[in-house]
Each structure stands twice: as structure tokens, then as C-alpha cells.
């Protein structure tokens, strides 16, 4: 069963953009608090963006505030991850995740419950 689904992965130089997409078939976009989170052969899976069920607030990771923008379009039922400013550090396998914790848990995996296969992004210096 596909629960979740990703697109937009690719390699770009340093400094470059992405744009991620994410959709949950049969599922409506608002049901859920969407999140963001990457992994690389080296590092554990780590929190990069999320929004609220309610679309109302957003988070980041420190390491990508003021580059990566989470947002959902509720007509297209899909949420994106647009990335900009890329570094080679930013490079990792990016999972979309959907799920229905509490505010608390907005930023950790075991508060989703839907996630998707991955989509590889490389950047190079």
C-alpha cells in the first residue's frame, strides 16, 4: 500500500534550489500535521520542516531557517518543501511524514504515522 508519495529529488551545485512535493493518496492534506525530515548514510533521520494540522503555524530546523519553506496547497491536496540556497550538508535522502501528535511532538518521528519512501537530494560543492 502506498501511503505516502514523494517527487522533486535531484542533484544541484551549491547554492541551487529544489522543490519537493508530497501527497497522501486518498487522504486529504488537512487531516494531518505534515513534517519533513532527511537522512544520509552517516547521521541519524533528523527533523527538517513541519506544518500544523491547521496550516496556521510552520518549523524549522535551525539549520535550514531562512532557506527551506514547508507549504500546502489544499486544492492540489500537496504539500511541498521548497529548498533553496542549497549546501553540500543538505544532502540526504528527504522523507515526507504525515501524522496526528500533539503540538510537542511536532519536530519527532514517532508522532507520524504515514511516511513516505524517500526522494534523494545531492548537492555538490
Known amino acids: 500500500q502506498v501511503e505516502v508519495e514523494e517527487s522533486g529529488g535531484g542533484s544541484v551545485q551549491a547554492g541551487g534550489s529544489l522543490r519537493l512535493a508530497c501527497t497522501a493518496p486518498g487522504r486529504s492534506a488537512r487531516t494531518y500535521n505534515w513534517a519533513w525530515f532527511r537522512q544520509d548514510p552517516e547521521k541519524d533521520r533528523t527533523f527538517v520542516a513541519a506544518?500544523?494540522?491547521?496550516?496556521?503555524?510552520?518549523y524549522y530546523a535551525d539549520s535550514v531557517k531562512g532557506r527551506f519553506t514547508i507549504s500546502r496547497d489544499n486544492a492540489k491536496n500537496t504539500v511541498f518543501l521548497q529548498m533553496d540556497s542549497l549546501k553540500p550538508e543538505d544532502t540526504a535522502v528527504y522523507y515526507c511524514?504525515?501524522?496526528?501528535?500533539?503540538?510537542?511532538?511536532?519536530?519527532?518521528?514517532?508522532?507520524?504515522?504515514?511516511w513516505g519512501q524517500g526522494t534523494q537530494v545531492t548537492v555538490s560543492s
Open positions: 506544518v500544523i494540522r491547521s496550516g496556521g503555524y510552520q
Open positions: 511524514a504525515a501524522g496526528q501528535g500533539i503540538l510537542s511532538t511536532i519536530r519527532t518521528p514517532s508522532a507520524y504515522s504515514l
